[in-house]
């Protein structure tokens, strides 16, 4: 369920800033979903290469304040959305719903230093145990939309006001994702060692009771050059 501030975001025509890191070379499916892509009107593209995850989204939230967004899409260079991908999640008018894609690995629970085990593949939605640690979620209706801890951020859709209430409730300075894992500094890892700058920026939503949704009937391949990951695990025959 959503909260009030969740449900009362502003209706007008969206501004939309297509958000994409990318290391240079993309699968040709990347390219064609991005070609078919459903747009607003009203669209700016970020993109940027050869930098760290984070300060690379960090300055792709900026880039959307400045030019005056409504949201931010990241769109990973390594997915594959339905074409209708990004009206889907902007027709929720939600502060942040992604759509759904499967993890390269797998594994039966995520902790900051638990490591990956083979597939069969799960989906990039995690729950808050309560006890350290992240369950995989498992179990949904097809279409169904899924409220989660953690997701991936390969395509997601976030409303800048997200942004700058980060920006106001937690002093964030534009410091939204950071990536801890191999720190052993702990003021920087606020008391998130070990994770990845998707984990760290959703950590923070949680502690201004931002609800993070994902919208399964938005299914995406997420791609590597030998095979797409799916809901089949490594599917060879999607290429």
């Known amino acids: 369920m959503t909260g009030a501030w969740e449900q009362n975001l502003p209706t007008n025509e969206p501004i939309v800033t297509i958000a994409i890191p990318h290391k240079e070379i993309c699968h040709v499916r990347f390219a ?21 995850w984070d300060s690379t989204r960090n300055g792709h ?33 939600l502060p942040v ?5 499967y993890c390269r690995h797998r594994s039966d629970y995520i902790t900051p230093e638990s490591l990956p085990v083979p597939l069969p593949a799960t989906s990039a939605m ?14 949904w209706n097809p279409g169904q939309l899924v409220q989660c801890s953690v997701t991936g951020c390969g395509f997601v859709l976030i409303h800048t006001s997200v942004f700058r209430r980060l920006d106001k409730e937690l002093n964030r300075n534009g410091v939204y994702f950071k990536w801890t894992a191999g720190i052993k500094d702990t003021a920087y890892t606020e008391g998130l060692p070990g994770v990845s700058e998707d984990f760290f920026f959703f ?27 799916n809901s089949k695990g490594l599917d060879f025959s999607a290429i």
């Open 203 to 229: 950590r923070m939503l949680a502690k201004l009771g931002i609800a993070v949704m994902v919208d399964t009937s938005v299914v995406c391949n997420h791609l590597s050059m030998a095979c797409v990951v």
């Open 61 to 93: 939230a900026q880039d959307a304040l400045n030019n005056g967004s409504t949201h931010v899409l990241f769109y990973d260079s390594d997915i594959d959305p339905p074409a209708d991908g990004l009206l889907k999640l902007l027709n929720h008018n």
């Open 97 to 101: 719903v992604g759509g759904l894609y």
């Open 126 to 139: 995690w729950l808050d145990n309560g006890q350290g640690a992240y369950n995989p979620i498992i179990n």
């Open 32 to 52: 064609l979903g991005l070609a078919r892509l459903l747009k607003p009107a009203k669209t700016f593209f970020s993109i940027s290469k050869g930098h760290p």
